[in-house]
């Protein structure tokens, strides 16, 4: 495998983990097979065992999805990563390689929905048990963990109210008590955080969001190094929820343009964000890009840009919020984020619908509050599209 370390993030974008046949193609080609041949008996004894590298199946490897996880491996700058059919199943496999009954987890509270879920009502089931903290109160995650603590789980900056955590204190928390740091990366891609350059020892991916950025397909991956990828990876061949060469091979068309759209995604934010700043019946905006921003700085330092998600809060409540959404023309109303396509959300009855009053409140969801993720559209056009119903 080529050495990616001395190559920018938009060279490994577009070049990394391509492995071109004898056919001389100049794009990556799909491997539509389930099963690979040998050209002996005694070569696939070597494959089986382990003693000759190659492939064997396409739930353990396949050269399409191999070429995604070799890039996206040398773009977040970690030793190695590992594709799944979801980014829950990368949350899933990272909990089922690296955990067993009686182990436990502190996990930031403002995390994707469904891996509350996960955490709460399944992996509590096999004996594994989570603690919740606020994303940025480093005395409770110190407080939580117990000598049973082998992951601390986190996305910075959270969903809507882009909330950070310093990932090098967390990383340091952790490793002084022998556990590891799991970040959840979809919000930002390694375009503009890069978590293991902090300490971090798993990065998580949903691909569905800014790594497809198209809105097309579902895909997830996990990085990491040594035993706990390679723990990650038994999981995930045994079990089964790994990435089809398909959408893989769409996941790379993705990752060539990520860094373009990610620079397009940070520039009309930041101009949305300033926009809804001086808006009347706007009360609140949450950008990491504003300086009004409790914890600007530490975007600054961990960031190379602030990303494409923002929310807002409108003054008259939930009918004020959903007279802004029902009055876009073109925006889309859809829970998922990341694409090139604009959409708008009220966290407070869908994504969140969920929480109670008092888990809405500590999760700073109120019911003013619309997130929005900023898609490739023209910024003028966004603006007077979210201004018809403010
Ligand atoms: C969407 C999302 C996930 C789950 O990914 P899927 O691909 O939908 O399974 C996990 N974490 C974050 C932060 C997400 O936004």
């Not at 182990?103 to 709460?120: A, E, K, Q």
């Not at 035993?227 to 060539?256: C, D, H, Q």
């Not at 969920?354 to 003013?368: H, N, P, T, Y």
Request: hydrophobic residues 40%; negative net charge.
């Amino acid at each position: 495998m080529h050495d990616w370390s001395e190559y920018e993030l938009e060279t490994i974008a577009v070049r990394a983990g391509q492995h071109r046949t004898n056919e001389g193609e100049q794009s990556e080609p799909i491997f539509p097979t389930s099963s690979f041949t040998f050209a002996s008996a005694a070569e696939a004894a070597a494959r089986f065992s382990g003693e000759e590298p190659g492939n064997i199946y396409s739930r353990f490897t396949n050269p399409t999805v191999r070429t995604f996880e070799e890039r996206l491996a040398a773009l977040e700058g970690g030793e190695r990563c590992v594709a799944t059919s979801s980014g829950m199943a990368a949350i899933l496999a990272t909990c089922m390689g690296l955990l067993q009954a009686g182990d436990h987890m502190v996990s930031s509270r403002s995390i994707f929905g469904t891996t509350t879920i996960l955490f709460n009502n399944f992996l509590a089931k096999f004996g594994v048990e989570t603690d919740f903290v606020g994303l940025s109160d480093y005395a409770a995650w110190e407080a939580a963990i117990r000598p049973e603590t082998k992951l601390l789980f986190l996305e910075t900056p959270s969903n809507p109210v882009t909330e950070m955590a310093d990932i090098k204190r967390l990383a340091e928390l952790a490793h002084k008590n022998g556990a590891l740091l799991v970040v959840d990366n979809c919000l930002s891609t390694p375009i503009l955080q890069r978590p293991f350059d902090f300490g971090a020892d798993l990065v998580i991916h949903s691909a569905t969001k800014y790594l497809d950025g198209q809105g097309r397909a579902i895909g997830g991956a996990v990085i990491g190094g040594g035993e706990s990828i390679e723990a990650v990876y038994s999981f995930l061949r045994s079990a089964g929820p790994t990435m089809s060469p398909f959408n893989a091979w769409i996941f790379l068309k993705g990752l060539e343009t990520l860094s373009l759209r990610m620079d397009r995604h940070c520039e009309n934010a930041l101009k949305l964000a300033q926009w809804l700043e001086v808006q009347p019946n706007v009360e609140q905006v949450f950008y990491p890009g504003l300086e009004s921003h409790p914890q600007h700085e530490l975007a600054k330092r961990q960031q190379s840009g602030f990303g494409g998600l923002l929310s807002f809060v409108v003054k008259g409540g939930k009918e004020a919020a959903w007279r802004v959404m029902d009055g876009t023309q073109f925006v889309s109303i859809t829970a998922n984020l990341g694409d090139s396509k604009s959409t708008i959300t009220h966290p407070a009855t869908t994504t969140h619908g969920r929480l109670s009053d008092e888990q809405k409140l500590e999760a700073g969801i109120v019911d003013g509050m619309v997130r929005v993720s900023v898609g490739l559209e023209n910024i003028d056009d966004i603006i007077a599209d979210l201004k018809r119903g403010l």
